[in-house]
């Protein structure tokens, strides 16, 4: 049962719009930059949690390693591209990077391409975006899933290492045309799971 949740993660038929409002660090100077080269590992811990639909109480343990952030200037050319070219060249400008990778216990682990770090009144907010697990059926029937290729995290995480979050299993990201500063992230899916009992064991 897990399995088949895990696979169908959110893939189910309703689409949620989150809005995100991007503030660079490199831009607004509120944070320390940290180099995406850093010797500097963070490895948290802890559960995935479906909320509702007909997987809700289904969960599955994850580790989520973080190995660097994305400097601002080069989120600012990444987030330039998606603007004015669109999902599909925002994909191949950020498919080589690499600052981590997310794992579901049992399965190979996702490359984070994207991975932001803001200042919060408790500490921390951590975004990250990474290309998802695919299924065989969407690569052979072309469905319209296909359109959501991202897996999105936020996560916040206090001064003590700890903290929740949520991932959307399947998204669509663009620009809002109205407000240039604002990300759209689709959800192709019922509901956003939860990430619980989040723990930062090494870093």
């Known amino acids: 049962m897990e399995t088949k949740w895990l696979l169908r993660t959110l893939g189910i038929c309703c689409i949620l719009t989150l809005c995100l409002t991007l503030k660079p660090r490199s831009l607004k100077g509120e944070d320390k930059e940290r180099s995406p080269h850093s010797s500097a590992k963070e490895v948290y811990t802890g559960t995935v949690a479906a909320i509702g639909g007909q997987f809700a109480g289904a ?11 994305t400097p601002g200037d080069e989120a600012q ?47 921390r ?16 029937y072309g469905t ?11 996560l916040f995480v206090n001064d003590n290492g700890k903290g929740e979050g949520s991932v959307v299993g399947l998204a669509k990201v663009s620009f809002d045309k109205k407000n240039p500063d604002t990300l759209d992230v689709e959800n192709f899916g019922t509901y956003a799971a939860k990430l619980m009992g989040v723990e930062l064991r090494t870093r």
Do not use: C, N
Not at 101 to 113: A, I
């Open 144 to 154: 319209r899933s296909q359109d959501y290729p991202f897996t999105y995290i936020e």
């Open 77 to 123: 050319r990444d987030f330039e591209v998606l603007r004015t070219k669109g999902q599909d060249d925002f994909i191949k400008a950020i498919s080589h990077k690499k600052f981590g990778s997310f794992s579901l216990d049992g399965q190979v682990g996702r490359d984070l391409r994207f991975v932001q770090e803001s200042q919060t009144e408790k500490g």
């Open 125 to 140: 907010k951590i975004t990250i975006l990474f290309e998802r697990w695919l299924q065989m059926f969407e690569v052979k």
């Open 59 to 69: 969960s599955r343990p994850f580790t989520l390693e973080i190995t660097g952030y």
